[in-house]
């Protein structure tokens, strides 16, 4: 029992960084039905800058979280405006393209500005447990992770909306071309997608390497990518709610199903790619998502 | 209109016959070039660096050519964009250096396995692709791509892929007798000026022999696979896939069966890229599960990419860019007015990823598209004109035939797309 409360509690704080990972894709797919290929490695790369600023730079930890989500922001952004852009958006294979080509470049610059030799980041959230019960525990951990996706899907809520343009970006995702017609400037809702996308998944990452057993390094999000992608699937892949039920539920799969099936423990991944294709061979619009309807 | 191509050719006449048998011996003895010099540790020294060219590099290359083949037919050619091209590489590769390492194989005999199993394999993954369109499917592929290392390591499986230590074979490929391949070399040899490329004179080593012919054998394979895929889309079935991927609904209207043409080139593709694995694990002698991620399939894309989607000769330059330029770049340990610290590192996805964002930007058909506007400047290549018929025997045949030689200039691209290998 005790051992299976110390799953769920891992389960929900792997889940939590899956579903910040996948609300950033969500954010994305929901205006322009494209997969950023290449979000893993933009939130990789916050978090260094995140490292920077808390290490290098001596800011508090949380000052120097928030500075990097703006800087990752702002980064993204003019990604957006010179790669993204210039390209059709419903013509989905150059810009898989670019987004591969921005995979590979962002993890080695990565790779060539910081090498490749894991870093210990600073933790974020107090050590230590909150509850105990028996042997089983709640770590400080686990509760922040949970009130930080708390706070982002509330924030993200809000803003959607509450704000301008938070409205326009629902046009947009509902109906380009229309919103376009009634004089939203489409490109810069878009990219105003794109940097919130970028700050969210900054966010996950900081989350996700601020646990005691894990370290950044430029590799950190390839095959993190891969679960965040299911998790989004999972729930949805234009359903920020959606986001966080998949992400939680994968994470739940990793660190429950996983030890307690017959098939042995690094086939969390194995587990993940069979969940997203099942999801996307039975249910494609996932948990919540909206259903596609095609005209024939 | 730009000025009339120096060099004019009419398909069937004994000039274009000539020029393309030209073509043919240039690249033969390209080929021949390639083999016996810089066989050994020959290498380029440019501003400092040391840029190596040995054969096994250009084996490796083929390796990577074949597999990009493999990811035209079903990304290019069938227009399902697969992530997942690595897998069966690396299921080639554990195939073969299995095969050979425990059972004491020959490479050759591990060939029809490994075309076998990835075929069967490609085909069950084809299946969830008739469900899975675009962009999902992307996703799908690129998962299955990233489980194979882990699937490697796995316990049931470890004992015999070697886990992450890797299986390592013992296999060389020996010349048969009646190959001259030393007096070959020294023939090179003794050509004046350039002759000091060719070795030192006393023939080959017997290690020098066996990198020689296992790239004289890996060229033959993969002339062998370009010319069974350039035969593959020039027929039915080729018009067929084409056809899948330019709209599916009218494909399937004219009656062509998607799931069995989508299932059939994900196994075609998918052998291809097996037979690539099984070059590759011949040429490096160890199949290991860290040269198999995600990363590998995303190559293979960059490949296909960089030499030009939808055509053969696009794939012998991806396979060139991505075996040379990673290599390339980490030789580079100095460049005038570039920092030592950013020539250090994986400089070669940096560029691999920088070459393809812009060239979907300045040259969306690739490398190839761009060679093929440079030599449509010098070179056409008309279909014959009908022979007039005597009025009142016209019949529709031949009127369609008047109509494509009309679309002369136009209808010249197409025949280069196979001509080329």
């Known amino acids: ?296 | 209109m730009a000025s009339t191509p120096r060099f004019q050719y009419t398909l069937g006449t004994p000039a274009y016959r000539t020029y393309k048998w030209l073509g043919f011996g240039l690249l033969a003895l390209l080929l021949i070039i390639v083999a016996f010099a810089y066989n050994d540790t020959g290498s380029i020294a440019l501003l400092d660096n040391d840029y190596k060219i040995s054969v096994t590099r250009v084996t490796k290359a083929i390796a990577f050519m074949v597999a990009i083949l493999g990811l035209q037919v079903v990304a290019g050619f069938t227009g399902q964009l697969s992530l997942g091209q690595g897998f069966f590489f690396g299921t080639g590769a554990y195939i073969s250096a299995i095969l050979i390492a425990d059972y004491n194989w020959s490479w050759y005999l591990t060939l029809p396995v490994v075309i076998t199993v990835c075929f069967l394999l490609g085909l069950v993954f084809g299946i969830p692709a008739l469900r899975i369109k675009g962009l999902y499917l992307a996703l799908v592929t690129l998962g299955l791509a990233a489980v194979f290392p882990s699937l490697i390591k796995l316990d049931s499986f470890a004992k015999y892929t070697g886990g992450a230590a890797g299986k390592q074979i013992d296999y060389e490929f020996v010349q048969p007798s009646w190959v001259p391949l030393d007096a070959v070399a020294d023939a090179f040899h003794k050509i004046p000026l350039i002759g000091s490329y060719f070795g030192d004179g006393e023939g080959l080593s017997s290690k020098e022999e066996h990198r020689v012919w296992t790239f004289i054998v890996m060229t033959i394979i993969a002339l062998a696979c370009f010319k069974m895929v350039s035969n593959l889309v020039k027929s039915r079935p080729g018009r067929a896939i084409r056809a899948v991927r330019d709209n599916e609904t009218s494909a399937a209207v004219n009656g062509i069966s998607l799931s069995y043409y989508k299932t059939m080139s994900f196994g075609v593709a998918s052998a291809l890229g097996g037979v690539g694995g099984s070059i590759y694990v011949a040429e490096l002698g160890i199949a290991s599960e860290g040269d198999f991620t995600q990363l590998l399939s995303i190559l293979f894309i960059v490949g296909m990419v960089v030499g030009g989607v939808g055509t053969l000769s696009g794939a012998v330059i991806g396979g060139l860019v991505i075996a040379f330029v990673p290599d390339w770049a980490s030789s580079t340990q100095s460049l005038p007015g570039i920092p030592e610290r950013w020539l250090q590192g994986p400089t070669g996805g940096l560029i691999l990823g920088i070459l393809l964002i812009v060239l979907t930007f300045v040259l969306p058909g690739g490398i190839i598209s761009g060679v093929r506007q440079i030599k449509a400047k010098f070179v056409r290549v008309t279909p014959p004109r009908p022979a007039l018929v005597a009025v009142g025997s016209a019949s529709t045949s031949t009127l369609s035939d008047d109509s494509e030689a009309d679309s002369g200039p136009s209808d010249a691209e197409s025949p280069t797309i196979a001509d080329d290998s």
């Open chain 1, 1 to 296: 029992m005790e051992l299976f409360l110390n799953r769920v509690s891992d389960g929900l704080s792997n889940g939590a960084t899956y579903a910040l990972i996948a609300m950033a894709l969500v954010m994305i797919f929901k205006a322009t039905t494209l997969i950023n290929f290449a979000q893993g490695e933009f939130a990789m790369f916050g978090g260094f800058i995140v490292l920077v600023l808390a290490t290098e730079r001596g800011l508090p930890m949380w000052v120097a979280v928030v500075v990097g989500m703006l800087i990752s922001a702002v980064l993204a952004a003019g990604i957006e405006r010179t790669l993204i852009r210039p390209f059709d958006p419903a013509n989905h294979l150059p810009l898989v393209i670019i987004t591969l080509g921005l995979f590979l470049a962002i993890n080695a610059i990565a790779g060539i500005v910081w090498r490749f030799d894991p870093r210990a980041f600073p933790e974020l959230f107090p050590s230590g447990n909150a509850l105990t019960y028996g042997t089983a525990t709640l770590s400080w951990y686990t509760v922040g992770t949970l009130a930080t996706i708390a706070v982002v899907s509330g924030g993200l809520t809000l803003l959607l909306t509450k704000t301008k343009v938070g409205l326009a970006f629902r046009a947009v995702s509902s109906n380009l071309e229309s919103s376009e017609l009634v004089g939203i400037k489409v490109g810069p809702t878009l990219q105003f997608g794109w940097a919130i996308a970028a700050a969210v998944g900054t966010l996950g990452v900081c989350v996700f390497v601020a646990s005691p057993f894990r370290q950044l390094e430029p590799q950190v999000m390839v095959t993190g990518l891969i679960f965040a992608v299911s998790a989004a699937a999972l729930g949805g892949l234009d359903s920020l709610g959606g986001a966080i039920v998949g992400g939680l539920a994968i994470g739940l799969v990793q660190s429950i199903v996983v030890p307690y099936s017959p098939i042995p423990n690094e086939l969390s991944l194995l587990a993940a790619v069979v969940v997203l294709m099942l999801v996307l061979l039975f249910k494609p619009s996932g948990l919540f998502g909206t259903p596609q309807v095609e005209r024939v």
